[in-house]
């Protein structure tokens, strides 16, 4: 399956660890190992003291797809696969989707789900989000006119990467009321749950609403652990679970041990984590507000709905892809650039969840004070 470059990998393959200030990143500030360790209870801090390197139980430790499986509502251990988020997208892509099946995708999105749908030959609309200039929008009347014979999957992202668009739960439910009619699978990407900005903003998972919904979830965005590597599937049709199972056994066959054991770690304590995140988003969120403020001569701000990334659009005649290349060579700050995402009209991704955040505004500041006065 031959597959094309993965363009934001291969852009922060070369930017990531050189740049000084990483305004485009869509993780959360990371958490230290000793943090994670000293918000360990009794039982995880046993399993992590007496933990043996061995291989671990191919779907994911039971304790950990319990705590998993505690996000949901009527989710069980059984119905989660644990594995690394973008495994998950591999797996689920190659599990369900063969030549000549037919997939939606919201769109802009994560260059995986839609580049692996393609390379399997299967075709690829896309459902694209719309701005006016204020806010995201999605055409849900737009859906179905896509929809084809040959449809078989439905793919979202919600809370949204790279605009920040969130829907409400009347959207959510008419969009799995269609799936269901069409008798479509729904795979929701769900990374960024959990990073709403109120607890009212939060959906439920997808596949607690619809048993051919699979959400994929994860430890690397709102959790602010990516080096954990750690996220998982989760469907209550099990048989889809097993041939998820049966074809992860072809990729990393099972997880590491100690990461498995930190990830049982940050979901026990995730109250405590994710008030960090919101918190740090919060701030970062008033901070962004004020300098597209002060800045609105050369940015068109679209305010984020949930989550810990934005897609604001740079004004003028510059294209965004020189615009981001001046800025990292002139003051080693890194913007994604709209294009990254296959998306036009100078748009360009800004990251939330650090808490450098306003260092990195700065200088951005400093940059257009010297280049675009």
């Known amino acids: 399956m031959p597959l094309s470059p993965f363009a934001l990998e291969r852009y922060f393959a070369q930017h990531e660890f050189t740049a000084r200030y990483l305004l485009s990143s869509s993780d959360c500030e990371t958490l230290s190992q000793s943090d994670l360790l000293g918000m360990a209870d009794t039982k995880t801090r046993l399993l992590w003291e007496h933990l043996r390197l061995g291989y671990t139980e191919s779907p994911g430790h039971p304790l950990l797809r319990q705590e998993i499986a505690n996000l949901c509502k009527t989710v069980w251990p059984d119905d989660v696969l644990v594995l690394a988020p973008e495994e998950g997208i591999f797996v689920a892509m190659n599990t ?52 084809r014979p040959t449809t078989k999957l439905l793919i979202i992202n919600v809370p949204h ?35 709403e900005y109120t607890a009212e903003m939060r959906l439920p998972a997808a596949c607690d609403l619809y048993d051919q919904a699979i959400t994929l979830g994860g430890l690397s965005k709102s959790f602010g652990l990516a080096g954990l590597r750690i996220g998982w599937l989760a ?16 990729t990393t066959i099972c997880n590491s041990a100690p990461a498995e054991i930190l990830a049982a770690m940050a979901l026990r304590s995730r109250d405590r984590i994710l008030d960090r995140t919101r918190t740090i988003i919060e701030n970062n969120l008033a901070a962004a507000d004020q300098f597209f403020a002060n800045h609105h001569r050369h940015f068109e701000w679209i305010r984020p709905m949930a989550g810990p990334v934005a897609f604001p659009r740079l004004k003028g005649t510059d294209s965004i892809d020189r615009f981001c290349e001046k800025l990292i060579q002139s003051k080693s700050v890194l913007l994604v650039p709209g294009s990254i995402f296959d998306f036009p009209d100078n748009h360009f991704r800004i990251g939330l969840g650090r808490r450098n955040l306003e260092e990195g505004l700065e200088k951005l500041g400093e940059f257009l004070v010297e280049h675009y006065v």
């Open 235 to 250: 469907c209550k049709d099990r048989t889809i679970i097993r041939r998820f199972q049966r074809f992860r056994d072809y």
């Open 161 to 195: 990467n790279p605009t920040g668009f969130h829907i409400d739960a009347e959207t959510q439910e008419q969009i799995i009321q269609f799936a269901r009619e069409k008798r479509l699978i729904l795979f929701s990407d769900e990374m960024y749950r959990f990073s």
């Open 96 to 147: 369900l989707l063969q030549e000549g099946d037919h997939a939606i995708v919201m769109t802009p999105a994560y260059q995986s789900l839609y580049q692996i749908a393609e390379s399997l030959r299967a075709d690829v609309s896309r459902w694209q989000l719309e701005t006016d200039g204020v806010r995201w929008k999605l055409d849900l009347t737009a859906l179905a006119r896509l929809v």
